[in-house]
């Protein structure tokens, strides 16, 4: 049962931060340890909703055991949510202790992808830097009109004007649309300073091909940012802290982007971030640094399958410099590829490519040192071994690692969206659906 065994690891885990948090004044608190169950079982049963937990201490048996009997209410039930957040990261870390504790995994080799999840907000409460403008124009007309109109309103007899309640309606409007436009210049020149970045990374490597070249290479050259926001920036009202993400299917979404890094063996989640950023190439260096707080004893990552959102040469060479060997497709693959693609090996082209039957399952077929350059950088070596047959069955896995994870979270558990507002909130409720997930594979593992 999922449920004794949420209590079994609960019971492991060192809980003596929460129980400080309380100053012991006023009505005994609920059982920090029966709260803990409680939460990561419901979230693991599809159960978020705090007034939904609150019924399931009546009516669901496996909850009822969890509760012991206790009933807490849904605001007791959300302020612990809400107040023990920042503790669950050092929880998500106990409890991989125990799984390895357990024998269940070692660190070795990982995948790492992100997946859109709505915020508690909707996308159409939101104003955008175009419309903003444009509103605080149209405001600043009807103020001067009011003005006038006031006038000539008061020069009438028996009619009355409420100039200060209609100024003060605008003004108010006013001051909103001014910190809405502080906000997203302030995300725009942080944006810029990314984008000039990474422009003046592409200019140094593209004048270094040329100069190893001996020529100027040919298409498009890198086009420099611009400063300042674009028409279709925008603020949400709800929730000001998420954005307008792009998804998969075509569409976008008010919401934030959750990153997982997966154990391919065990398909635990090892590490786990929020992003506000809508691209996967900037989420490398955090997804790192996580892995890098894991304690030694789990082992260490050595190899790690990304998908083409997070290419760049950048991206591969922070990889490389933590020892660990990237694969990270260079360019987007045919799911479909034709025998000829399938066949070709490291230094034979597709256009003519070797039969199968003269093709020796020798180690120089599966090594990444086939046809390799003298000196090759870390993109063209890891490219090298992404053409290998060793480098294809590992990139392979990746599909049926960390996509399956966000497949369960989403379809299985059900969370589909986030319900606390905030980054900082949102942030810790996707620790709190990591540690649920975890829990219900490692029950599974644990049979």
């Known amino acids: 049962s999922l449920a004794r065994f949420v209590v079994e690891v609960v019971e492991q885990l060192d809980t003596s931060a929460l129980e400080n948090a309380y100053r012991g004044g006023g009505s005994a608190p609920y059982p920090p340890k029966m709260m803990l169950a409680l939460l990561f079982y419901c979230y693991a049963q599809g159960i978020f909703s705090s007034r939904k937990i609150e019924r399931a201490t009546y009516e669901w048996i496996p909850v009822i055991y969890l509760a012991g009997g206790w009933h807490p209410d849904h605001d007791s039930i959300n302020r612990f949510r809400k107040r023990f957040l920042s503790e669950l990261g050092l929880i998500f870390v106990m409890i991989l202790q125990i799984a390895h504790g357990l024998g269940v995994f070692k660190l070795g080799e990982i995948s790492l992808d992100g997946t859109k999840i709505k915020a508690n907000a909707s996308k159409h409460k939101a104003m955008s830097w175009a419309y903003a403008c444009r509103l605080e124009e149209q405001l600043r007309t009807e103020v001067e009109d009011l003005l006038k109109r006031a006038e000539t309103e008061n020069a009438k007899a028996g009619k009355e004007f409420d100039l200060p309640a209609e100024m003060a309606r605008r003004e108010q409007r006013l001051e909103k649309i001014a910190e809405i436009k502080a906000e997203l210049e302030t995300r725009a ?75 391919i063996e065990t398909l635990l989640i090892v590490g786990q971030h929020m992003s506000q950023k809508s691209n996967d190439k900037q989420e490398v260096e955090p997804a790192l640094a996580e892995l890098n707080t894991l304690p030694e004893a789990f082992g260490k990552v050595e190899r790690a399958a990304l998908d083409n959102g997070y290419f760049s040469a950048a991206n591969v060479e922070k990889i490389v410099a933590q020892e660990i060997e990237p694969y990270i497709a260079s360019a987007r693959q045919n799911h479909n590829p034709t025998l000829e693609e399938r066949q070709d090996v490291p230094g034979q082209g597709a256009a003519n490519p070797t039969p199968v039957e003269a093709v020796p399952p020798s180690p120089s077929v599966l090594s990444s040192e086939v046809d390799r350059p003298a000196n090759p950088t870390p993109v063209e070596a890891m490219q090298q071994r992404m053409k290998t047959a060793q480098g294809k069955t590992f990139y392979a896995k990746r599909k049926s690692t960390v996509e399956p994870v966000f497949g369960i979270i989403k379809e299985v558990m059900g969370f589909r969206h986030f319900l606390l507002r905030g980054f900082e909130a949102v942030k810790g409720e996707w620790t709190l659906v990591c540690i649920a997930y975890n829990l219900k594979r490692l029950c599974a593992l644990n049979t």
């Open 189 to 263: 020149q942080a944006r810029y300073e990314q984008e000039q970045a990474d422009y003046d990374a592409k200019l140094v490597e593209r004048a270094a091909k040329e100069a190893e070249r001996g020529r100027k290479l040919g298409g498009r050259v890198p086009k420099a940012p611009e400063p300042g926001p674009r028409p279709q920036d925008q603020v949400n009202f709800t929730d000001p802290d998420a954005r307008i993400l792009p998804t998969s299917g075509g569409g976008f979404i008010q919401g934030y982007n959750a990153q997982a890094s997966v154990e």
